[in-house]
């Protein structure tokens, strides 16, 4: 069992900065990759990129990429989601997830490829 915590979420204006962390705990040892997610209301919930746990490019959605980075702490378990350049259709809910293999629908940030999820942290860009 791998258990996942968000935070940093918050309101911010459209142009500033958020860096999100997700606290990674439990059994570690088969995580391969670890993403994070995004859902605004009425949509279905789309992949922001993931990065590979043994190292390697990470992979970012076309809609984030160039203003979203994915880094990760190994010493303390934490991986983040660095945000920049926000816009009003950044706003969302914002998950972490950790998959067992780092496989085609990693690659392609299907949510179907990561078997465990943490419960989410909000964040809110105004025009």
């Known amino acids: 069992q791998v258990h996942l915590v968000e935070s940093g979420g918050g309101s911010v204006q459209a142009g500033g900065s958020l860096r999100l962390s997700c606290a990674v705990s439990?059994?570690?040892?088969?995580?391969?990759?670890l993403g994070w997610f995004r859902q605004a209301p009425g949509n279905e919930r789309e992949g922001v990129g993931t990065?590979?746990?043994?190292?390697?490019?990470?992979v970012y959605a076309a809609s984030v990429k160039g203003r979203f980075t994915i880094s990760q702490d190994n010493v303390k378990n934490t991986v983040f989601l660095q945000m920049n350049s926000l816009t009003p259709e950044d706003t969302a809910m914002y998950y972490c997830?950790?998959?067992?293999?780092?496989?085609?629908?990693?690659?392609?940030?299907?949510?179907?490829?990561?078997?465990?999820w943490g419960q989410g942290t909000q964040v809110t860009v105004s025009s």
């Open positions: 997830a950790a998959a067992e293999n780092r496989g085609w629908n990693v690659y392609l940030l299907r949510e179907g490829a990561f078997k465990y």
């Open positions: 439990g059994d570690t040892s088969s995580t391969k990759s």
């Open positions: 990065i590979f746990t043994d190292g390697g490019n990470p």
